[in-house]
């Protein structure tokens, strides 16, 4: 089992993590640098002496919810599985959707914020480059976590770190990736995906909703095939389906979907990948 000591994380860095007035924590690495894996150990050596959440801001290789959302959940000693709240991006990947990603990375971190004494985020693999330093400095201005853990097989995030280490906000605590960290191909990546997909949608029935009774955010001239999410009146995204037909001259929209109930559902907001009720993915992120 890897913990805080395989991160090169000593007693001063657990003291940092562990001081009461860090409330938000945010884990930030490349891909396949351990991320999820260190921000679980932070979490469990949190939450005996705290209310500790877990955020979730990878939608691609998502542990909390589901592929295409953002997720939170309260830690519980005995553990849970069920998120405390999702937020649908409707992509796997940042690229392209920064205005979903940033609306969705706030809404979890605030009611996960409301709920518990500390925070700990989990990102995407995206983080060098150009791309990766414009998606985690536009979050952080958005979140403002009180501390940035960076992983690194060497210093490759040093230009991303670069303006919180001069200004000193947020404080930083740079770990270093462990030698066992196992490398996921992205054969594998789309496996996983498709696999939480396709266990999700088995039971799903055809619902149909009157357009005059819901209304579609993100509207896309070919909504058919494309995955979406249902929320209700208080914009809470209640459950993901698969748009089957949308019939404007009749005014209707039949999505696939395991909800049960349409009483409460106010919007279907689409997504910009197509999948298959198996999972598969059919179409990239557009």
């Given at each position: 089992?890897t913990?805080?000591?395989?991160?090169?994380?000593g007693?001063?860095?657990?003291?940092?993590?562990?001081r009461?007035s860090v409330?938000?924590?945010?884990?930030?690495?490349?891909?396949?640098?351990?991320?999820?894996?260190?921000?679980?150990?932070?979490a469990k050596?949190?939450?005996?002496?705290?209310?500790?959440?877990a955020?979730?801001?990878?939608?691609?290789?998502?542990?909390?919810?589901?592929?295409t959302?953002?997720g939170w959940q309260?830690?519980?000693?005995?553990?849970?599985?069920?998120?405390?709240g999702?937020f649908?991006?409707?992509?796997?990947?940042?690229?392209?959707?920064?205005?979903?990603?940033l609306?969705?990375?706030?809404?979890m971190?605030?009611?996960?914020?409301?709920?518990?004494?500390?925070?700990?985020?989990?990102?995407?693999g995206?983080?060098?480059g150009?791309a990766?330093?414009?998606?985690?400095?536009a979050?952080?201005?958005?979140?403002?976590?009180g501390?940035?853990?960076?992983?690194?097989?060497?210093?490759e995030?040093?230009?991303?770190l670069?303006?919180?280490?001069?200004?000193?906000?947020?404080?930083?605590?740079?770990?270093?990736?462990?030698?066992q960290?196992?490398?996921?191909?992205?054969a594998?990546?789309?496996?996983?995906?498709?696999?939480?997909?396709?266990?999700?949608?088995?039971h799903?029935?055809e619902?149909?909703f009157?357009?005059d009774?819901?209304?579609?955010l993100?509207?896309?001239p070919?909504?058919?095939?494309?995955?979406?999410?249902l929320r209700d009146?208080?914009?809470?995204d209640?459950?993901?389906?698969?748009?089957?037909?949308?019939?404007s001259?009749?005014?209707?929209?039949?999505v696939?979907?395991?909800?049960?109930?349409r009483?409460?559902?106010?919007t279907i907001?689409?997504?910009?990948?197509?999948?298959a009720?198996?999972?598969?993915?059919?179409?990239?992120?557009?």
């Open positions: 089992m913990g805080l000591a395989d991160y090169g994380l007693r001063e860095e657990i003291a940092i993590i562990t009461r409330r938000r924590i945010y884990v930030i690495g490349d891909t396949d640098t351990g991320k999820t894996t260190l921000a679980d150990a932070i050596h949190l939450v005996p002496k705290f209310s500790t959440a955020v979730d801001l990878d939608a691609g290789q998502a542990s909390i919810g589901l592929p959302t953002f309260v830690l519980r000693p005995r553990g849970s599985h069920k998120p405390d999702l649908f991006t409707g992509s796997t990947s940042p690229t392209g959707h920064l205005g979903e990603w609306a969705g990375a706030a809404r971190v605030g009611e996960a914020s409301e709920r518990a004494a500390k925070v700990v985020i989990d990102t995407c995206l983080a060098c150009e990766g330093r414009e998606l985690h400095h979050t952080v201005e958005v979140i403002r976590p501390l940035v853990v960076a992983i690194e097989r060497r210093d995030l040093s230009e991303l670069a303006p919180f280490l001069r200004s000193g906000r947020p404080r930083v605590i740079r770990a270093t990736a462990p030698a960290v196992r490398t996921r191909s992205r594998t990546r789309r496996s996983y995906r498709c696999g939480k997909l396709r266990a999700y949608f088995e799903a029935r619902l149909r009157s357009l009774e819901v209304g579609i993100r509207p896309r070919d909504p058919a095939g494309r995955i979406a999410s009146e208080g914009g809470r209640v459950a993901l389906a698969i748009v089957q037909k949308y019939d001259p009749r005014g209707t929209v039949t696939l979907t395991p909800a049960r109930r009483a409460r559902v106010r907001v689409l997504g910009s990948m197509r999948i009720r198996d999972g598969r993915q059919l179409a990239r992120n557009v």
